[in-house]
Nanobody
Framework: QVQLVESGGGLVQPGGSLRLSCVGS????????MGWYRQAPGKQRESVAV???????????SVKGRFTISRDNAKNNAKNTVYLQMNSLKPEDTAVYFC?????????????WGQGTQVTVSS
């Protein structure tokens, strides 16, 4: 069974940094793209950063220049990892951050989501 597990959230002061990690485990035939979404209280889930299979990164305008997404694909595809380096954090970045992956597995091609990790930016 394929799972995505996030880590790295926490409480940070404005202007600080955090690095989120997401590890995908299980039998993954093809990784079509991975990324990060976030959901703040009372708001809809929004895309933060997405990295395609070809390595092209797309960022929300609100995080451009501050956040960097990167990926580490193991050669045997047994583990796929995506990172989100978040710098110059602002209170409005406070949200639950969810890892996302578009994968081909023995269930076919579908979207997978992690359980979410809380990021709180506050002084």
């Amino acid at each position: 069974q394929v799972q995505l597990v996030e880590s790295g959230g926490g409480l940070v002061q404005p202007g600080g940094s955090l690095r989120l990690s997401c590890v995908g485990s299980g039998i993954i035939f093809r990784n079509n793209g991975m990324g990060w979404y976030r959901q703040a209280p009372g708001k809809q889930r929004e895309s933060v950063a997405v990295l395609t299979f070809a390595g092209s990164a797309n960022y929300a305008d609100s995080v451009k220049g501050r956040f960097t997404i990167s990926r580490d694909n193991a050669k045997n595809n047994a583990k796929n990892t995506v990172y989100l380096q978040m710098n110059s954090l602002k209170p409005e970045d406070t949200a639950v951050y969810f890892c996302y992956a578009d994968l081909n597995t023995n269930e076919g091609r579908r979207d997978y989501w992690g359980q979410g990790t809380q990021v709180t930016v506050s002084s």
